[in-house]
């Protein structure tokens, strides 16, 4: 038995919008025998644009039932029954939420007519429900509301399942279904362009992956310690939203490269994503790092912090110890440390003064900027607080699990910048840093790339540390 379900909703992510209505048709593997239908006040407005979108106004939903005076018809339509829909994502996530919201779990198992309607009539321009039913002469009345779209759904699976119906002896099989729809309701949240045979043979090792759309751009780059794993829940999480659905269904491919362990995944997944930009990727996009934080010792014997172009490192004989993208960052970076370690905003160059600083005037400030605070007292702190964004050792390798047998990794860290990681057989003799940086690929350094090796120095890592003098 199936259950196919149309919603309608005050908007497009389930966490903070809710259905306004709701309509149910129940299949048997042969006809439609029953169907359920109502409006739902979801006890909050309507915004202008859905109203418009979908014809579901605030009068239309004032005196109709609450969610939870529904729930429990909900639950006795669907008991037992397959949860069919059209993007099945979509409206399996808000009606989990809606009963998560009043501590119930529902979970049934599902089956997407968009991935079906691609497997069974291959070749059509588009999917959407209301192109597919033009194709295939299904008529779509009150297009947008749920009543309609679950009719027009619910005769798309009466075509599709006649079309897959086991024929035995000359004839139909009973309601039974098929290996096809079988095989669908195990896949139905796989991505519709994504066989359940490409994410068999994806590797369970650390490396990066990367999901590419129907014209094989890249669309998102991630990393996972086991690759197979992390694609698989990518796929079964609750969509968000309206864009994460999106994404999801923009999937129509994906490679990945083999990294040996989560370190050089990571730094891999990094550079990857600096240099591709995908669509999807909001973090470590940046790839351009001008502003560099430098610490130098002024004449009265104090370690100061500064900010600047990293470009300043060529007129003052400076190297930036760390990199951040603009000059809004990097007063950020330097407040932050201001504050958790005490330190003095006029000597971070945050508070121009002949004479205090702001936060001497306030006492958070303990007076390094008009010299009551001794120098050795003050560049403790100053210390401290490099240590919290710099490497321990000036420059070391880190040596590592490769990708497969007899093979390890190295990255590279010289002067306090990463130069880059590759791979070399266990045999591989090293006298000096020139002999491991001949054997790397070389990447670029950046704030990103740094923390990454920092937490890692930090975590409980297996690796080998050399440390070069």
């Not at 939420?97 to 968009?114: I, P, Y």
């Not at 068999?200 to 086991?226: C, M, Q, R, W």
């Not at 430098?294 to 004449?299: G, Q």
């Amino acid at each position: 038995m199936y259950a196919i379900i149309d919603i309608e909703t005050t908007g497009s992510q389930p966490v903070q919008d809710k259905i306004t209505e709701i309509a149910i048709f129940i299949h048997d593997g042969h006809q439609i025998v029953d169907k359920y239908s109502t409006l739902i006040n979801p006890q909050r407005p309507i915004p202008y644009f859905i109203s418009q979108l979908t014809g579901i106004t605030d009068e239309m939903v004032q005196d109709a039932p609450k969610f939870y005076e529904v729930a429990k018809e909900i639950v006795q339509f669907t008991e037992g029954k397959v949860f069919v829909a059209h993007n099945v994502r979509f409206d399996y996530s808000f009606i989990k939420k809606e009963f998560a919201d009043l501590g119930f779990t529902f979970q049934r198992k599902t089956l997407c007519t968009v991935r079906l309607s691609r497997s069974l009539i291959p070749g059509l321009p588009s999917y959407s429900l209301g192109k597919l039913c033009k194709s295939i002469d299904i008529d779509l009345q009150q297009r947008h509301r749920a009543i309609g779209d679950a009719e027009a759904t619910a005769k798309l699976f009466d075509k599709l399942i006649k079309i897959n119906r086991p024929v035995i002896d000359g004839a139909n099989h009973a309601a039974e279904p098929s290996e096809q729809i079988k095989h669908e309701i195990k896949t139905s949240l796989l991505p519709p362009s994504i066989k359940k045979e490409q994410v068999d043979a994806l590797p369970t090792e650390p490396g990066v992956y990367y999901f590419h759309n129907e014209v094989g751009e890249v669309i998102y780059v991630g990393k996972s310690i086991n690759i197979r794993k992390r694609i698989i829940q990518h796929f079964n999480i609750d969509y968000k939203s309206r864009k994460s659905l999106e994404f999801k269904n923009s999937i129509a491919d994906i490679t990945y490269e083999r990294m040996g362990n989560e370190l050089v995944a990571l730094l891999y997944e990094s550079a990857e994503i600096k240099r591709m930009k995908p669509h999807y990727n909001r973090q470590q996009r940046r790839s351009v790092f001008n502003t560099g934080i430098f610490v130098y010792e002024d004449s009265n014997g104090y370690k100061r912090l500064t900010f600047g172009s990293v470009n300043k490192a060529d007129n003052v004989n400076m190297t930036p110890i760390i990199a951040l993208s603009n000059q809004y960052k990097a007063k950020g970076f330097l407040f932050h440390k201001v504050a958790k370690y005490n330190l003095c905003q006029k000597l971070c160059d945050l508070y121009k003064t002949n004479g205090a600083c702001f936060d001497y005037q306030v006492h958070q400030c303990k007076g390094a900027c008009i010299g009551l605070e001794t120098p050795e007292v003050y560049n403790a702190r100053v210390d401290e607080a490099l240590d919290s964004f710099t490497y321990e050792h000036n420059s070391f390798a880190i040596i590592g699990k490769g990708r497969e047998q007899g093979e390890k990794s190295i990255v590279i860290v010289e002067h306090g910048t990463y130069l880059g990681f590759g791979f070399v057989d266990d045999h591989f003799l090293a006298q000096s840093i020139e002999d491991f940086k001949s054997a790397i690929t070389r990447y670029n350094d950046n704030k990103d790339i740094q923390q990454i090796i920092r937490g890692h120095m930090r975590s409980k890592h297996k690796d080998k540390v050399i440390v070069f003098g």
